[in-house]
T-cell receptor
Framework: DAKTTQPPSMDCAEGRAANLPCNHS???????VYWYRQIHSQGPQYIIH???NNETNEMASLIITEDRKSSTLILPHATLRDTAVYYCIVRVGGGSGGSNYKLTFGKGTLLTVNP | EPEVTQTPSHQVTQMGQEVILRCVPISNHLYFYWYRQILGQKVEFLVSFYNNEISEKSEIFDDQFSVERPDGSNFTLKIRSTKLEDSAMYFCASSELLRTSNPFFGPGTRLTVL
């Protein structure tokens, strides 16, 4: 099962920042935090990922707490097209061997951006 | 921007028939995956593939399923004898490096088994 906990739904006003929380209290030292989203029934779309430092790209920012037990995805200026299910996923990174590199999706957070 | 493509977008088949779902991963990617999503449910991992062999498979991926990279560009998922419960969206994904890079997903093939 997924190792993360997310609220089932959130609302955000268009043009405002959307802050999506994720708890991953059992994260291991070699596990990364990934965020994907799925718009309607389209293929999951990669957003961002990080290990322990905060990350930013053209889509979003990822804030990871110092103890790495939780993170927040920030969409700085949400638009109607950002309405989607957002998935927070922990995934093994390098050096561990084995075969745990698959992405395990939970139910995610349905973000609804309202006009 | 490079993208994963999948064909067909929608496949309708009769129960018991064989289907082949096709994917063209991003050209310099080395790792390939199939996931599925039954309507209203979570996205589920099926199988990962690297260096012409299966790296990992889930419990869903039983003997009715097989994967193949028949040439340098295609990656296929075959279901030998489809069941009603195989009806789902099937997503192909690919990534450069297994351990650190993010998989990119295709748009999916909707499989309907009648």
């Amino acid at each position: 099962d997924a190792k993360t906990t997310q609220p089932p739904s959130m609302d955000c006003a268009e043009g405002r920042a959307a802050n999506l929380p994720c708890n991953h209290s059992t994260i291991s030292g070699n596990e990364y935090v990934y965020w994907y989203r799925q718009i309607h029934s389209q293929g999951p779309q990669y957003i961002i990922h990080g290990l322990k430092n905060n990350e930013t790209n053209e889509m979003a920012s990822l804030i990871i707490t110092e103890d790495r037990k939780s993170s927040t995805l920030i969409l700085p200026h949400a638009t109607l097209r950002d309405t989607a299910v957002y998935y927070c996923i922990v995934r093994v990174g390098g050096g561990s061997g084995g075969s745990n590199y698959k992405l395990t999706f939970g139910k995610g957070t349905l973000l609804t951006v309202n006009p | 921007e490079p993208e994963v493509t999948q064909t067909p977008s929608h496949q309708v088949t009769q129960m018991g028939q064989e289907v082949i779902l096709r994917c063209v991963p991003i050209s310099n990617h080395l790792y390939f995956y199939w996931y599925r999503q039954i309507l209203g449910q979570k996205v589920e991992f099926l199988v990962s593939f690297y260096n012409n062999e299966i790296s990992e498979k889930s419990e869903i991926f039983d003997d009715q399923f097989s994967v193949e990279r028949p040439d340098g560009s295609n990656f296929t998922l075959k279901i030998r004898s489809t069941k009603l419960e195989d009806s789902a969206m099937y997503f192909c994904a690919s990534s450069e490096l297994l351990r650190t890079s993010n998989p990119f997903f295709g748009p999916g093939t909707r499989l309907t088994v009648l």
